[in-house]
């Protein structure tokens, strides 16, 4: 079946390339070339005008509004989501002026339409280096427009985590205005909420949250985060659905009440709702928000109060007349927080930063822990574990890992070494740590156990089993076998000081 050649008006460049479409198996599709500058689009480097990647230096909010489809500098931008109703009406784009897209917005609608009309629903279109990514959310299609190299289920879940944060702010309800209006504008109601959609944006360059399904804590004293947890079980229990403790995008304590599941994905969307809108640091706030995992068509209301710049929290209840109980619940964690140093300690531990590759102690030879050498590859000579007596990094060259406890549904990152010391440099690995995720869970060939990977940058090993997921970058000239007993190090050590990188002894948030 052949899609429909794209109306010039669109302005994109594209190369030739095929689709996929759907419905219940994948269908593959040719779609005819965009010819429209296409010669003079090859004769490009396609880089993108990108900001830093740092949580610091980046500066919030949507850029370049003076761009529309007709501007070269838009077409070289790398990575392109847009939001639009069933109608064609484009609702948010990350870099232009939505009401300057219509066009470009209609033109993605008419192939999901083409598409849908003839029984299928696309997924995805390859145009050279480029892939453009569907996601069809009853009257809300979401598209992403990359050539970054990103691997599909990235993609899609980048799009999943946009719509779960239009509903955290809207809920699933706004779909009743489609059905009394399908060419209903959903623009207003979304008034001001660009920075938080790309805060989101900018996330999937730098937080492993974002992929790995999961939240990371702030590392603290066990009997420092056992007293924050001890006040928030006492305000849990006088009918709060959820008190969450946190420091910027960490987790410094969390309670839910009896039989309330809280997601990962919801405590990320949480987060950076809140991180990224400015409104919420000037003075407590009371904002009824959405939970889309919890429930997507219903709100909760969030009680929001900063400590100071980093500390925050987050007290949600179903109740929309709480505000004055909640204030009465933040004074109290508040008298506790400070007669236990617990901010203090949080700041200490903002300084002192997280997990560091050069202190990975060495192994013991005692204990009943598993062994990744024993599950994957054979050991070498005894002789190949003689470490060099200087390394950039950790042993053997190591310069990152991530650790995630499936249990848990947490996980911890190092921080980066001097190896990994410029922004590029950490976007690069984060990039190649997805592609191993998404390769190491694919249903088509996998999922995986092991997987060992070396290249010009970097070795990468990955390690799966029913407990935990471990993923390690290594100099690119390190060996195997002392890498593989490196990474058994770095189990044993996670281990030996999960009280202090995780959240222990409550119920894990099923989901």
């Known amino acids: 079946m052949d899609a429909p050649s794209s109306p010039s008006s669109s302005g994109y460049a594209g190369e030739r390339g095929s689709s996929s479409a759907t419905s219940g198996s994948l269908i593959e599709i040719e779609h005819q070339e965009i010819e429209e500058e296409e010669e003079h689009m090859r004769r490009i480097q396609i880089d993108e005008i990108s900001i830093p990647d740092?949580?610091?230096s980046w500066i919030p909010g949507k850029r370049h509004l003076d761009e529309d489809d007709a501007s070269i500098s838009w077409r070289k931008r790398k990575k392109h989501f847009f939001i639009l109703s069933h109608s064609g009406k484009p609702i948010?784009?990350?870099y232009g002026d939505e009401h300057k897209l219509a066009g470009f917005s209609a033109t993605l609608q008419a192939i999901i339409s083409f598409v849908e009309n003839g029984g299928d629903s696309v997924k995805l279109v390859r145009a050279g280096k480029h892939q453009v990514v569907f996601l069809v959310?009853?009257?809300?299609?979401?598209?992403?427009?990359?050539c970054t190299e990103e691997?599909?289920?990235?993609?899609?879940?980048?799009?999943?985590?946009?719509?779960?944060?239009?509903?955290v702010i809207l809920t699933k309800s706004v779909n009743r205005c489609f059905e009394k209006n399908p060419k209903f504008d959903m623009t207003p109601l979304l008034g001001g909420t660009d920075i938080v959609f790309s805060s989101l944006i900018h996330s999937f360059s730098w937080n492993p949250a974002t992929f790995l399904?999961?939240?990371?804590?702030?590392?603290l004293a066990y009997a420092t985060r056992q007293a924050a947890g001890a006040i928030l079980q006492d305000i849990a229990d006088s009918g709060v659905l959820f008190a969450i403790l946190m420091c910027r995008h960490k987790v410094i304590s969390l309670v839910g009440a009896q039989k309330a599941s809280l997601h990962p994905d919801d405590m990320l969307l949480l987060a950076n709702f809140v991180m990224s809108s400015e409104s919420f640091r000037m003075s407590e706030s009371f904002s009824p928000v959405c939970l889309p995992r919890y429930n997507p068509s219903a709100f909760l209301y969030a009680y929001i109060h900063f400590f100071d710049a980093d500390t925050y929290l987050m007290l949600l209840t179903t109740s929309s007349d709480a505000f004055y109980h909640l204030k009465d619940c933040r004074i109290r964690i508040e008298m506790v927080l400070l007669k236990s140093n617990v901010l203090s300690e949080v700041q200490r531990s903002l300084l002192d930063g997280g997990m560091h590759v050069e202190d990975l102690p060495p192994i013991p030879h005692s204990g009943s822990s598993s062994h990744l050498g024993q599950h994957m590859l054979p050991s070498d000579s005894p002789e190949r574990f003689k470490e060099p007596n200087s390394v950039i990094g950790g042993p053997a060259g190591l310069w990152h890992f991530i650790y995630r406890s499936i249990y848990l549904d947490q996980y911890v990152s190092s921080e980066f070494s001097s190896s990994i010391n410029t922004l590029q440099q950490q976007k690069r690995l984060y990039r190649a740590y997805q592609k191993f995720f998404a390769s190491m869970h694919d249903k088509g060939i996998g999922p995986h156990k092991t997987q060992f990977r070396r290249d010009e940058n970097y070795v990468l090993l990955c390690w799966v089993t029913q407990d935990f997921e471990l993923y390690a970058a290594f100099d690119p000239l390190a060996d195997k076998a002392l890498a593989i007993k490196t990474c058994n190090r770095v189990c044993q050590w996670v281990k030996d000081v999960e009280n202090e990188i995780f959240l222990l002894g409550a119920s894990p948030f099923s989901w």
């Open 54 to 56: 740092s949580q610091t």
């Open 92 to 94: 948010y784009s990350r």
């Open 137 to 146: 959310k009853g009257p809300i299609y979401l598209v992403c427009i990359s």
């Open 151 to 167: 691997p599909y289920e990235s993609l899609k879940g980048q799009l999943e985590l946009i719509y779960g944060q239009m509903l």
């Open 213 to 219: 399904h999961a939240y990371t804590c702030l590392p």
